[in-house]
């Protein structure tokens, strides 16, 4: 009974990070996966995101200082913080040409880059 309980829990925290528009704080996942399992209790949010991430599902995402979790394999992407309500979203297209292998003055080898956009979303902007 236990394993089929679990593996709804997995079900459901994957679905919800699936859905989501962006990256999402572990306060947002167990408030949102709550809307299917209402018994779900924060510290099994904590320990089915740590197994997401160990088998590849998902991977976190740190922003302004807090972990955030989203589902993997959206591809490159960045993401836009809300300044007025909190929340993130994905962008799907990156506002900067920087290709890896891209040197810098000072010799300064690009690797990767990360890009977080902040501001108002179009719900907040409309207010």
């Not at 891209?102 to 902040?118: D, R």
């Amino acid at each position: 009974m236990t394993g089929t309980r679990s593996t709804r829990q997995r079900d459901v925290i994957a679905q919800v990070l699936g859905r989501a528009p962006g990256p999402l704080a572990v306060a947002e996942v167990l408030e949102l996966a709550q809307s299917d399992l209402p018994g779900l209790g924060i510290a099994t949010v904590y320990r089915t995101l740590k197994l997401l991430t160990g088998q590849g599902q998902i991977h976190p995402v740190t922003l302004d200082g807090e972990t955030r979790y989203e589902a993997a394999g959206k591809g490159h992407h960045h993401h836009f913080s809300c300044t007025r309500c909190g929340r993130v979203f994905t962008l799907h297209t990156c506002p900067v040409a920087l290709p890896r292998g891209t040197v810098y003055p000072g010799g300064f080898v690009v690797e990767a880059h990360e890009v977080t956009l902040y501001g108002q979303c179009p719900e907040c902007a409309l207010h």
